[in-house]
């Protein structure tokens, strides 16, 4: 069955012709089994294996898909509901007869569609034209003055208020009248020098130390204090301040304030004895913990 036709034309009347609807779903089902049959045969619109060939029975009840012992009341109460035109002709072959009313094609269908398809790659690979933005830029602002403006956009309960007769005027530095007055800088903290690696002392406060112990003074209270930071792994905010502070309990054998210690309580901070620190940890004179360096002899 050569030339066979790849699809086939099914109207929407098909679901509401009285005929077909009185018809079992059963043979509604063989009816469209056997349109497409007839667009396998040739000439289309019959159903034969050849012109005047007629199918063996049970290879026309396979390709309608039916039962071969009843093919042929069905296909007697198809043609009595006149489906698609079904008649049987004096050579054993079927014919539809409303085929060539349904089935023929337009012989113009192939041109405009070729035609369509043209018109629509065409549009598909159209220039599109190029559109270049206008931007407009604003001279001479800035963006601490964009920032600011939101500023009292986003904040109108902050913005400046004009005073009625008779009210007092806010003080300086109010909220009011310094909404967009930037914060004052910290000044930056003034560079510390590391004496003997623990102490931290500004050339002021050493400046300080010097004209008031001497020079001697200030290095003998500046390796004290090392020495007890190295050995108990303290901090202090200030160092200078805390010289100043064993240096006030030391003459006055109390607190850091200056009163004497009540009784009980606690004679200050000691004196920390350098020498018993470096014979217990082997520092200075010391080589070892316990044992004085040797010093040899000058000739």
């Known amino acids: 069955m050569p030339n066979r036709r790849p699809w086939l034309r099914l109207y929407t009347s098909w679901r509401t012709d ?8 059963y043979l509604r089902a063989v009816a469209i089994n056997l349109l497409c049959l007839a667009g396998e045969c040739d000439p289309h619109g019959t159903i034969q294996l050849s012109p005047g060939q007629p199918f063996p029975p049970h290879s026309l009840a396979r390709a309608l898909n039916v039962d071969p012992a009843a093919l042929a009341s069905v296909l007697d109460r198809l043609q009595t509901a006149a489906v698609f035109g079904l008649s049987r002709r004096s050579d054993g072959t079927w014919l539809l007869g409303k ?10 269908a192939s ?16 220039v599109t034209p190029t559109v270049t933005p206008t931007v407009t830029v604003t001279p001479n602002v800035t963006v601490q003055s964009r920032v600011e403006e939101s500023r009292v956009d986003v904040n109108p309960l902050l913005s400046p ?7 007092i005027p806010p003080p300086a530095g109010d909220a009011h009248s310094s909404v967009l007055t930037p914060k004052k800088k910290k000044p930056p903290a003034p560079t510390k020098t590391a004496y003997l690696e623990n ?21 003998q209270r500046i390796e ?10 303290v901090k202090y905010r200030s160092h200078y301040a805390t010289i100043l502070v064993w240096e006030r309990r030391h003459e ?15 004679q200050g901070h000691p004196k920390p004895d350098v020498d018993a620190f470096e014979r217990e940890w082997g520092f200075g004179k010391y080589d070892r913990p316990g044992h004085l360096r040797e010093v040899p002899a000058v000739p």
């Open 99 to 108: 085929w060539p009313a349904s089935q023929t094609s337009d012989p113009t």
């Open 224 to 233: 004290t204090l090392s020495l007890y930071i190295a050995s108990k792994g």
């Open 111 to 126: 041109e405009r569609v070729s035609r369509y398809r043209a018109n629509l790659d065409n549009r598909n690979t159209a």
């Open 161 to 167: 208020v004009a005073a009625a007769p008779g009210d």
């Open 252 to 266: 006055t054998g109390g607190n850091a304030n200056g009163r004497p210690p009540a009784a009980g309580e606690s």
């Open 199 to 219: 102490v931290l002392l500004t050339e002021d406060e050493y400046a300080k130390l010097v004209a008031r112990f001497g020079q001697d003074g200030t290095a």
């Open 18 to 25: 009285e005929r077909v609807q009185a018809l079992s779903p």
